[in-house]
Structure formats: C-alpha cells, structure tokens
C-alpha cells in the first residue's frame, strides 16, 4: 500500500500506529530508507512496472539499509505479466544497469526477494519462504533438461537469468501435489481459459473498449510508436 496523488507519493510515519497488518510500499517514491525501516513497512518491487520507465525503486540501497524488499508483478498488463522468472532477471538488469555494476543483486539474493524475503513482508517467514523442517510444504520442481537450461552447471544462474514460468514441471502447496508433468489434477485447464477468454472479451465489449485490444500499424518501421495523450477512462475524445 502507498498513498500517493499525482503530486508525488508520501508516506506518515504514523501509519504503522494505525493498522495491524504489515505495511507494504509500492511503486516508487521519495520516501527515505529510515522512514522504512522505523515504520517496519516492506517494499515490494515491481521491475517490469509502467512506473520503472520514470523512476527507479532503490532496491539495493534499501536492501543495505535493513528493509525487507520482495518482488511482485504488476499483472497482465500488455507489456508485463506474471512470470516471476522473468521479473528475477529484469530486476537484476535494471539494477546493475544503473550501477554499471554486474555485482549489484547476485542471483541468490534475487531469488531470495521471491521466496524467504517475500514471506518476511507477508510476516510468515515462520511458515513458508524455504524449505525448512516444521515449515510447510511450498515446492516448485523445474524441468532443467532443456536447450536454454543446459548444461546443469550454475543452478542459481540458470534459474534467475534464463528461467521461466514455462519450465516449472510440479507445484506442491503444503504438501499437496496440485501440478506434475505440467498437469494440473485438481483443476480444468481449458476450461478455466475459455472462461477468461469470454469474460474478457465481455468486459471490453460492455465498456466500448474493444478496438483497445488491435495492434496499430503504428509498430512498424519506426523507432516510437504514436499514442494519444493520456485521458481517465470514461471521458470522452
């Protein structure tokens, strides 16, 4: 959660006296690492979000100064998605980009931020994040037998650089084996895909959104794409 106005982002030192759960900051902003840290907020950061095209979320400072930072997605957006594969390796590029620095957020560190870090921001290290005896059963196996995975040297390289959500071969939660070989036994896949399909090809019908979802020719053969100036949805041209 950050409360945030088209003025600039702000966050009151005095939230963390007024709610009971965790204090999450997202997005970005110009709060201070000690305004973090005292409030006992988490920082979940979103590299592939709009918002990492104007600024950038000081993940390694905040890292270095004690603040329990995750990763997240900025969901299916037409530019970004749900892999968290994909967001291990942006976020790694984006941050050793701007240090012009390869050791800014080593692999195991990254992976961290999707996994123990992740659960510390949720404050239930105590039962997920690791596989730890009395923890539970939270496992993903990855299918590493294929030509961008090869050869099996360098785990941590191959699964935070070149990875994906594709390559994830069984999923067990709390012990329950609910994907294996890539089969979902306790759900109806295709089912569950017509299902968004027609649910959003309803949605941008009843909004009059629909030619939202062509490809301009306007995405070829020139290094900018033409767009119309921003307007809220609803209002009219």
């Known amino acids: 959660m950050w409360p945030e106005d088209r003025s600039g982002p702000a966050l009151r030192a005095d939230l963390k006296d007024r709610l009971r759960l965790p204090l999450f900051a997202a997005r970005r902003g110009s709060l201070s690492s000690t305004t973090l840290k005292e409030s006992g907020a988490s920082v979940i950061h979103n ?20 603040v329990t930072v995750c990763l997240g997605s900025d969901a299916g957006a037409p530019d970004r998605g749900f892999d ?14 701007h240090f012009r620095d390869p050791a800014v957020l080593p692999e195991g560190k990254t992976l961290e931020l999707c996994t123990i870090d992740a659960a510390r921001a949720l404050s239930l290290e105590a039962e997920i ?24 040297v360098m785990a941590l390289n191959r699964i935070t650089h070149f990875a994906s959500s594709a390559d994830v071969d069984t999923v067990i939660v709390d ?46 053969k020139r290094a900018r794409r033409q767009v119309r100036p921003y307007r809220p949805s609803g209002t009219q041209d």
């Open 47 to 66: 590299p592939s979000a709009i918002m990492s095209i104007s600024g950038r979320c000081p993940v390694p400072e905040l890292i270095e100064a004690g």
């Open 84 to 97: 968290m594969f994909r967001h291990m390796a942006q976020a790694m590029h984006y941050h050793r980009r």
């Open 129 to 152: 994040g690791s596989i730890e005896a009395g923890k539970k059963a939270d496992i993903i196996l990855l299918d590493g037998r294929k030509p961008h995975l090869w050869p099996p």
């Open 175 to 220: 012990g329950r084996i609910l994907m294996e070989s890539r089969e979902p036994s306790h759900m109806d896949l295709d089912a569950i895909l017509d299902d968004a399909q027609n649910q959003a090809d309803r949605v941008f019908s009843d909004t009059g959104h629909a030619q939202a979802r062509q490809e301009s020719d306007a995405i070829w």
